[in-house]
């Protein structure tokens, strides 16, 4: 079987410091791992700069910039899709008649392309983006950007309703399984997991002493999730509260107490070492849309998991964590939950719950679908 492929993905996928930069990064070098071919293209914006570490798992890396701003606009497509178009990219596909993976919604400007229409064309599903950019809408305070989320997820809904020319779906989550499923019966479709850094569980048998939240803090709805059970819930409790991740607000840094801990920007050992002394995470999350990897990494690193149903919808974890999504839920399960012990057998437990979740498998079973 020729294994080569074509992989276009919506940013520069190195550092993977963020959850679709995770899945692409470690999906990239599982699929070389076991043999696959890789002509990488990445659009590039921001801060991101080409990386010589993709070049260890790719034949060939094209790297194409991103049209932002007015350039980047369309009459009728969605902004996160019109902003990516680029004609040599074309070019540089139509240069052989491997398949192609479209690494998320936004990359699929090509896709009903005429010189590709031959072609196998897989489309990997981080999110189903018009909910996405609603819940977004809808949590912006910022009138300019409610309106632009709002009109976005609108040209979204239009979207995805023309993505006929995709043989096969590969979905994230079980939510988007479901919804393109249903709206494209005739095409294939699977559930393959996120892709991530975790190599082996490393949860610690025993206690800790504190609760942990993680997570990019200068995103509006992590913050979100930070401030409710900061004023929520442990408000209410004596339970120590260590909040860590990049970028905190000074909002959030002035919310710092003898019981509740704000760590900012830790490096990489030091979080690793949060997760792992850590006696459980506690991870809310504010919207439905998409596997959080933060759970996925918890469960590799950490103790014990409550989180509410928001955080592991459609992931298949649900019995992997305590669910909690009432305020009075999530004091009853800290109650109970920090004075156990987390023993052998939980470890037992949590390697079965996490076996779905091998990088190698997953890209077996993603490199059968071309």
């Known amino acids: 079987m020729d294994k080569h492929i074509h992989i276009i993905c919506l940013d520069i996928p190195w550092p993977a410091n963020y959850g679709g930069a995770i899945d692409m990064f470690y999906k990239i070098k599982a699929l070389h791992e076991v043999g696959c071919v890789i002509t ?4 590039q914006y921001g801060d991101r700069l080409p990386s010589v570490a993709l070049e260890q798992y790719c034949k060939n890396v094209f790297y194409y910039p991103r049209q932002t701003g007015l350039k980047g606009l369309h009459y009728s497509l969605p902004y996160i899709v019109s902003s990516r178009r680029n004609k040599q990219l074309l070019k540089n596909l139509c240069t052989d008649e491997y398949p192609i993976l479209f690494d998320g919604l936004h990359t699929s400007f090509l896709m009903n392309e005429p010189a590709l229409a031959n072609r196998k064309k897989i489309l990997r599903v981080h999110n189903i983006e018009s909910t996405y950019y609603q819940q977004l809408g809808m949590q912006a305070k910022d009138f300019l950007k409610k309106l ?4 976005e997820s609108s040209r979204l809904i ?4 023309t993505l006929y020319s995709i043989d096969t779906f590969v979905s994230i989550s079980m939510t988007e399984y479901d919804f393109f499923k249903q709206h494209y019966p005739k095409a294939k479709h699977s559930f393959i997991p996120a892709f991530h850094a975790n190599k082996a569980l490393e949860s610690l048998e025993g206690k800790g002493e504190y609760a942990l ?4 803090l200068s995103v509006v709805e992590n913050e979100q999730a930070a401030l409710f059970l900061i004023k929520e ?3 209410i409790t004596k339970i120590p509260l260590v909040v860590a991740g990049k970028n905190p607000s000074k909002a959030l840094l002035q919310m710092q107490t003898e019981q509740i801990q704000i760590v900012a920007n830790p490096t990489e050992d030091d979080m690793l070492q949060l997760l792992k ?5 506690v991870l809310p999350a504010m919207q439905n849309t998409g596997l959080k990897l933060k759970l996925l990494h918890a469960l590799y ?7 509410n149903a928001n955080m592991h919808e459609g992931s298949n974890l649900a019995h992997c964590v305590i669910g909690a999504d009432t305020v009075e839920e999530w004091l009853q399960q800290l109650h109970q939950v920090i004075l156990q012990q987390f023993t052998d057998e939980d470890i037992q437990q949590r390697q079965i719950c996490l076996a779905y979740f091998d990088n190698v498998t997953n890209a077996n079973r993603l490199l059968e679908l071309f």
């Open 213 to 216: 939240y993680h997570g990019n």
């Open 277 to 281: 002394q850590a006696h459980v995470h």
């Open 148 to 151: 632009y989320y709002f009109f």
């Open 233 to 235: 819930v442990f408000s």
């Open 40 to 43: 990488l293209h990445c659009f």
């Open 301 to 307: 690193t950490g103790r014990f998991c409550i989180c």
């Open 158 to 161: 239009s979207y995805e309703k």
